[in-house]
């Protein structure tokens, strides 16, 4: 099965930065990558998309803060999170929509299991 490991987490003050990486494994084709994230107590959100063309769409609460990138040849999408607030305090999860190869299958949605921020005032 395909696997999306993230990396990059962790504690940090209010208006530091922090990076995620999510290193999708297996042969693939991949489509739209991107970070959602949750917080306790409220529902999953997208905060990041990138298409396989580059195009990116942000949720509001993130724009001009966070930028999303992405290394097609490593199958890797990053996540930079610049003057991050408390309310940034989440779990995040990577996504991939993508066609597994071996199988010839559609192209479907693949997560990550998730790597936690927490952003102290």
């Known amino acids: 099965q395909v696997q999306l490991v993230e990396s990059g987490g962790g504690l940090v003050q209010a208006g530091g930065s922090l990076r995620l990486s999510c290193k999708a494994s297996?042969?693939?084709?991949?489509?739209?990558m991107g970070w959602y994230r949750q917080a306790p107590g409220k529902q999953r959100e997208l905060v990041a998309v990138?298409?396989?063309?580059?195009?990116?769409n942000y949720a509001d609460s993130v724009k001009g803060r966070f930028t999303i990138s992405r290394d097609n040849a490593k199958n890797t999408v990053y996540l930079q999170m610049n003057s991050l607030k408390p309310e940034d305090t989440a779990d995040y999860y990577c996504?991939?929509?993508?066609?597994?190869?071996?199988?010839?299958?559609?192209?479907?949605?693949?997560w990550g299991q998730g790597t936690q921020v927490i952003v102290s005032s």
């Open positions: 297996g042969s693939m084709r991949i489509n739209a």
């Open positions: 990138i298409s396989s063309g580059g195009t990116t």
């Open positions: 996504n991939c929509n993508a066609k597994r190869l071996a199988l010839g299958s559609p192209a479907r949605d693949y």
